[in-house]
């Protein structure tokens, strides 16, 4: 339990996290190792799971052009959980990866468990969305 807690203090997202948040985060967190090469998330798909970067990179597609690459501290797949809309873009790990998953259920209790922690997934999305929107106009 501990270690867990030392894993989620060093990532940046909880870096506002009191302890009592992040012991209460680190029962909803699931760490999953992943494989360079393998894609996480599907365009156009229905989405289940949030994830949260502890080490490697991934690359976000849309329509198969690059709009972003994220690393540790990153957060992806708030869109479909949030709001049950099919994925929003793919995203491919660049390198083997840690991630912290969580269902929608567990994310749903993890915005709950603290408001700042809400609102930075909440302006990450809407300037995600933002920038999407920015590539349809072009
Ligand atoms: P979701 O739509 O559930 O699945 C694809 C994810 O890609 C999306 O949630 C965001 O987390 C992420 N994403 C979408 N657009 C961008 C962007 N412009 N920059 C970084 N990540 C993005």
Redesign the pocket.
């Known amino acids: 339990m501990a270690k867990v807690d030392e894993t989620l203090k060093n990532i940046s997202i909880f870096s506002e996290c009191s302890n009592k948040e992040l012991k209460a985060i680190s029962k909803l967190v699931t760490q999953v190792r992943v494989n360079a090469g393998r894609e996480l998330?599907r365009?156009g798909e229905p989405?289940r799971e949030?994830m949260i970067i502890v080490d490697g990179s991934a690359t976000?597609r849309?329509g198969g052009s690059v709009?972003?690459q994220?690393g540790p501290g990153?957060?992806?797949?708030?869109?479909?959980?949030?709001a049950g809309?099919?994925?929003?873009?793919?995203?491919t790990a660049d390198t083997d990866m840690v991630v912290e998953a969580l269902n929608r259920r567990e994310f749903s209790s993890l915005l709950d468990e603290s408001p700042k922690l809400a609102k930075k997934i909440l302006v990450?999305?809407v300037?995600?969305?933002?920038?999407?929107e920015q590539?349809l106009v072009k």
């Open positions: 998330i365009e989405g949030f976000v849309r709009l972003a994220l990153d957060f992806f797949g708030e869109m479909a959980v949030v809309v099919p994925r929003t873009a793919t995203i990450g999305a300037k995600r969305l933002h920038e999407i590539t």
